[in-house]
């Protein structure tokens, strides 16, 4: 069923006693479902495409005994929505499990039994965000430590957990095929889980971590290298980031190919990155960071975006990136591109869009001997327009 713009579905939905497979697409403004959903004995996948609106889920989902996939969860006040309604059910694919500040006691959380749910691949552990905080960080990081999972896990995200630690299943020991890690509005966290020994991790999303200094700060022995795999790096509103890791004397990040930086102020620099290809930074940003971009001479696309302070690039900007082929300028205060542009022979899309005190494109634009696509956006300022110079663009 597309649930595009369908608020609630009836109850009248239940009378498919024989129906097996439910499937949601377009759902993102449902905010129920039918209440007695639990007589559809014979329901064995329940899949939301998107729950974001979803209030509540039925009472006594813990009924439905053949229901092998359950998209989302969300634990209420009562005995019907507590979270052991999930400790028979044999669950797989993805679940997510909202309203955790809901959990009578941090003992109820064993009873859910993630740990014995070896088909489940991806788990969402959220609280809900601005919450009121009735309990103490001990009782946060009690509840988290008694949702372990199996280790056959492969994604897990953890939303607006209150605990200043993370427990300690979350390491290489217990989750050998952890893949990908997504940690949102944890904010009294100052130290990540040891995610730099996880040998399967590729993918790690930070979102609006606002105590966290380091993405890793753990010590490495008998040729360990931090994050071994990991390929995409998405940071997000970490006001006091300032280094990926505490002292960079340790190879690391040896597989990094995009790295996504959005409003990270204090970050003061990007390690050695032999293969990084992608980098985005939007917001603002120091002025080391900028200038140790000349050391990824391994890039091939660049956008920065919306940084107000930067009115002119540092000394010596991208003259070591020769590679680069996709540059996007967007929002900054710029008045110059003036020896920007030089070494760029591979370089094939421009874009610059609302750089508004910029006047003049500089006379380096006729280095730009691959260049395909220049698309130029809200640069309101912009005096003169190079014609001359475009009879050099050859490609």
């Keep these: 069923m597309s649930c595009y713009g369908i608020k609630r579905l009836p109850e009248s939905l239940t009378r498919l006693h024989n129906l097996q497979t439910l499937k949601l697409m377009n759902s993102k403004e449902l905010l129920e479902l039918p ?58 694919g993805s679940l997510s499990i909202g309203g955790l500040e809901n959990v009578s006691n941090t003992e109820d959380a064993k009873k859910a039994n993630l740990i014995t749910k070896n088909d489940l691949t991806s788990l969402g552990l959220l609280w809900t965000d601005g919450a009121e905080k009735t309990h103490s960080t001990e009782y946060y990081e009690e509840l988290l430590q008694g949702l372990q999972p199996h280790h056959n896990l492969e994604t897990i995200r953890i939303k607006s957990y209150q605990g200043f630690n993370f427990p300690n299943w979350m390491s290489a020991l217990a989750l050998q095929n ?8 944890c904010r009294r966290c100052e130290h990540l889980p040891p995610l730099g020994k996880l040998p399967s991790l590729t993918d790690l999303n930070l979102y609006g971590m606002d105590s966290l200094k380091y993405l890793d700060d753990e010590r490495y022995v008998n040729g360990e290298i931090p994050f071994p795999v990991l390929t995409t790096l998405s940071i997000s509103d970490m006001p006091n980031l300032v280094e990926f890791r505490r002292g960079n004397s340790v190879e690391s990040f040896a597989c990094l190919k995009e790295i996504e930086i959005i409003r990270c102020p204090k970050l003061r620099g990007l390690p050695f990155l032999p293969t990084l290809r992608g980098l985005d930074i939007d917001g603002s940003i120091s002025a080391t960071l900028l200038g140790s971009l000349r050391f990824l001479t391994s890039l091939t696309s660049l956008k920065l975006s919306h940084i107000p302070e930067l009115a002119a690039f540092p000394e010596g900007f991208l003259q070591n990136n020769n590679a680069l082929e996709k540059l996007r300028i967007d929002s900054l205060a710029i008045t110059t591109l003036s020896n920007v542009l030089d070494n760029l022979s591979a370089l094939k899309t421009m874009d610059l869009c609302r750089c508004n005190h910029l006047e003049f494109l500089p006379e380096g634009l006729r280095n730009l001997g691959s260049l395909e696509t220049l698309e130029i956006l809200g640069c309101d300022g912009l005096r003169l327009f190079p014609a001359a110079t475009m009879e050099h663009l050859s490609s």
Excluded at 49 to 67: Q, V, W
Excluded at 178 to 185: I, M, N, P, Q, W
């Design 35 to 92: 209440r007695s959903l639990k007589v559809m004995k014979n329901l064995c996948f329940l899949e939301i495409e998107s729950f974001r609106s979803l209030l509540c889920t039925p009472p006594g989902l813990g009924d439905l005994i053949y229901l092998r996939e359950l998209s989302i969860f969300i634990v209420g006040r009562d005995a019907s929505h507590q979270i052991d309604q999930l400790k028979e059910l044999n669950l797989g």
């Design 178 to 185: 952890l893949k990908k890690v997504c940690l949102e509005s």
